[in-house]
C-alpha cells in the first residue's frame, strides 16, 4: 500500500475498515476525561464489553445453583473449558484435539517439559534464543538442573550474528545444524517479545526434526497477532497465555498445543491429575489413570470458571472478526505506523517485512529514551519502556485506529 502522511489519509483509511465496528466492543481506558491511546495490547489486551456479561451468568448460576452448577448452569461448568476449544484451534491452525485452556503459562511449560524435555547421555541440549523472555530461561534451566544436567552445558542460547536484539531464524538453523548430535530439544519465543521479530517456525520446526529433536514454541506474542498453522508446521508442543494478544483479562487461563501424532503416545512420561483423565469414568473415581487422547489428557485441575468466561467473550469476538481479516489490518496498521516513524531520529529494530513481524514495533531510541517514554504516557500514549533503549509500540487491529497511529507519529515526532 501506498501510504501518506496526511492526516485526511489516515481518517480515511478508518473510514474503509471492515473491522472499524469492533472498536466499539471494548472498554478504552481514559486519563485526565480523555481516552488514552492503548498500544499496550501486547502486555494486556483491553477488555472486552462482553466480559462483563460472560463473568455475571456464571457467577449467577453459582449464587442460584451452588454445586448443581456444575451440570445445570446455562453453560455448565464441567465441560466449559470446551466451549473454547474450537475457536482456539481455529486462531493456532490445528486440529480441535491438539489444544486446551489450562492453567497459565510458565505453569503449562513446566508440564509440557515433562513430556517433551526427555534428555538422555547423549541428548541432552536444549537451544534456545539468547535474549528470550526471562521466565522462559528460568523454566528450561531448572527442568535442566531437574534432570541432573548443568545448563552451562546444556542450554544454547543463540545469539544475533549481526549484533541484532534477537537471532534470526538463519541464525537458529546454523546452530541447530551446529549442535546438531546433542539437541533434544528446541525451544524458542515463536514471535520474539522484545524485538517483535517472526521466527520461521515451519522452517525451524523441520529443521529440528531433521536432527532429532523436538520442537516447541511460547506463543505469548504470536497468538491472536499472527496467523499460525501449528498442525500443519508439524510443531510438537506450545504454550500460550491469553492475556495479551487474546484479551482474557490480567493473569488469565493459558492454552496449549500438543500435535496429534503424540495423542496415543504411550512412552511419553506426563505430570497427570484427575482432570486429565478418561471423561467418561473421571466420576467413577477410578485409581488406575487413563488419559484423555489429545492436548486434555495434560489437564491436571478443573479450570478457574470466572476466567474461562472472560476468555470465551474475547474469543467470541475472535471468531466473528476473522484470524485472517484481523492479520491483514495489522500488516496495514502496523505498515502505517512504520511508514510515518521512518523519518524520525530512531531506529525500528524490529524487522521491516510484514513475514517477519505482527503488530509490535520496537523502537531504539537514540537519546532522552526514558523521558520520551515518560511523556508519552503523560499526554495519554500508553506504550512499554524496555532497559535500556527500547520503546515497545504495538497497534492492535480491534480496537486501534490508523488515526491514533497518526497521532501518537505526530507526538512523538514533536519529543525527539
Ligand atoms: C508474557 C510472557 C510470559 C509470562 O508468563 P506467565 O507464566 O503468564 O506469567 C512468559 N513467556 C513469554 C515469552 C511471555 O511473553
Redo the contacts with the bound molecule.
Keep these: 500500500m501506498k501510504y501518506s502522511a496526511e492526516k485526511l489519509f489516515a481518517n480515511g483509511l478508518d473510514a474503509q475498515d471492515p473491522l472499524s465496528e469492533y472498536r466499539s466492543q471494548f472498554s478504552i481506558p481514559v486519563k485526565n476525561g480523555k481516552q488514552v491511546v492503548y498500544f499496550m495490547g501486547n502486555s494486556l489486551g483491553l477488555q472486552p464489553k462482553n466480559a462483563k456479561k460472560y463473568v455475571d451468568q456464571e457467577l449467577q448460576d453459582w449464587a442460584s445453583m451452588g454445586v448443581l452448577g456444575h451440570k445445570e448452569a446455562k453453560n455448565p461448568w464441567v465441560p466449559y473449558h470446551e466451549f473454547l476449544t474450537d475457536s482456539t484451534a481455529e486462531i493456532t491452525g490445528s486440529q480441535p484435539s491438539e489444544v486446551v485452556v489450562m492453567n497459565?503459562?510458565?505453569?503449562n511449560l513446566h508440564l509440557l517439559l515433562v513430556s517433551f524435555y526427555r534428555p538422555n547421555s547423549s541428548r541432552y541440549k536444549i537451544l534456545m534464543e539468547d535474549n528470550?523472555?526471562p521466565?522462559?530461561r528460568y523454566a528450561l534451566e531448572s527442568q535442566i538442573k531437574f534432570h541432573g544436567y548443568d545448563p552451562k552445558d546444556a542450554l544454547i542460547t543463540v545469539k544475533s550474528s549481526t549484533d541484532d536484539a534477537c537471532p534470526s531464524t538463519e541464525d537458529i538453523l546454523s546452530a541447530i545444524e551446529l549442535e546438531k548430535d546433542s539437541l533434544v530439544l528446541i525451544f524458542l519465543?515463536g514471535v520474539h517479545?522484545f524485538s517483535g521479530r517472526v521466527f520461521d517456525m515451519k522452517a525451524i520446526t523441520d529443521a529440528g526434526h531433521g536432527v532429532g529433536s523436538a520442537v516447541g514454541f511460547?506463543l505469548?506474542?504470536g497468538t491472536g497477532n499472527i496467523l499460525l498453522r501449528l498442525h500443519d508446521w508439524d510443531v510438537d508442543f506450545a504454550a500460550w497465555?491469553s492475556y495479551?494478544y487474546l484479551n482474557g483479562g490480567p493473569g488469565c487461563i493459558?492454552g496449549i498445543f500438543v500435535h496429534e501424532k503424540h495423542h496415543n503416545d504411550q512412552s511419553i512420561p506426563r505430570f497427570s491429575g484427575w482432570w486429565g483423565h478418561d471423561k467418561k469414568t473421571r466420576f467413577d473415581m477410578p485409581s488406575q489413570f487413563k488419559h484423555i487422547p489429545g492436548a486434555e489428557g495434560w489437564q491436571c485441575s478443573n479450570p478457574p470458571i470466572l476466567p474461562l468466561a472472560s476468555l470465551r467473550a474475547s474469543m467470541e469476538i475472535f471468531k466473528s472478526a476473522g484470524m485472517e481479516a484481523l492479520r491483514n489490518k495489522s500488516t496495514s496498521l502496523t505498515g502505517y505506523l512504520s511508514f510515518l516513524l521512518s523519518e524520525l531520529p530512531l531506529e525500528i529494530i524490529t524487522p521491516p517485512s510484514n513475514q517477519k513481524r505482527g503488530c509490535q514495533l520496537s523502537l531504539r531510541m537514540k537519546k532522552d529514551g526514558k523521558s520520551v517514554f515518560n511523556k508519552l504516557t503523560e499526554s495519554g500514549f500508553i506504550v512499554d519502556w524496555r532497559e535500556p533503549d527500547i520503546i515497545r509500540v504495538a497497534p492492535v487491529p480491534f480496537y486501534n485506529t490508523y488515526h491514533e497511529v497518526w497521532e501518537f507519529a505526530k507526538k512523538l515526532k514533536s519529543l525527539v
Excluded at 104 to 107: D, E, K, S
Aim: charged share 20%; with cysteine.
Design positions: 497459565t503459562l510458565t505453569v528470550a523472555f521466565s522462559d519465543g517479545y511460547d505469548a506474542h497465555c495479551k493459558a
